[in-house]
């Protein structure tokens, strides 16, 4: 198993280095055909901070994180938080980060959330201002 860097994600899926994104591309896809490729969930959350800074749209990062965790032969950790997180991020309005705080919460049993994110605030009853 081998695993793939933020910035190996974001060279193959930006294409903004031509020489390294053919690299990557290589990589991700040889590794992925033997079942050898793990992405970490941090990896994603970084790949997703940077794609929100070059302007995608949500359902662009959201399109981006479904072909991921989508693909054979690729391992994904903390998958399913990951995937709860993603479908929060489409549906709402807070940053996907957020929406990771909140699936790994409610994986391990946690269901209310105190923030002063109030994007986080205006959609989830579960959260509250911590007083």
């Given at each position: 198993?081998i695993?793939?860097?933020?910035?190996?994600l974001?060279?193959?899926f930006?294409?903004?280095?031509?020489?390294?994104?053919k690299?990557?591309?290589?990589?991700?896809?040889n590794?992925?055909a033997?079942?050898?490729?793990?992405i970490?969930?941090?990896?994603?959350?970084?790949?997703?901070?940077?794609?929100?800074?070059?302007?995608?749209?949500?359902?662009?990062?959201?399109?981006?994180?479904?072909?991921?965790?989508d693909?054979?032969?690729?391992?994904?950790g903390?998958?399913?938080?990951?995937?709860?997180?993603?479908?929060?991020?489409?549906?709402?309005?807070?940053?996907?980060?957020?929406?990771?705080?909140?699936?790994e919460g409610?994986?391990?049993?946690?269901?209310?959330?105190?923030?002063?994110?109030?994007?986080?605030?205006?959609?989830s009853?579960?959260s509250?201002?911590?007083?």
């Amino acid at each position: 198993m081998i695993g793939a860097d933020t910035n190996v994600l974001v060279r193959a899926f930006l294409e903004d280095d031509l020489q390294q994104a053919k690299k990557a591309e290589r990589f991700l896809n040889n590794t992925a055909a033997l079942g050898e490729l793990f992405i970490s969930s941090y990896a994603l959350l970084e790949f997703v901070l940077v794609l929100k800074v070059k302007k995608f749209s949500r359902k662009e990062v959201y399109e981006a994180l479904m072909t991921l965790t989508d693909s054979p032969g690729i391992l994904i950790g903390q998958k399913e938080i990951v995937l709860n997180a993603a479908e929060k991020y489409i549906k709402g309005q807070a940053d996907f980060g957020d929406y990771m705080i909140m699936a790994e919460g409610e994986n391990n049993g946690c269901h209310k959330l105190a923030t002063f994110d109030q994007a986080i605030l205006s959609e989830s009853k579960a959260s509250h201002m911590p007083e």
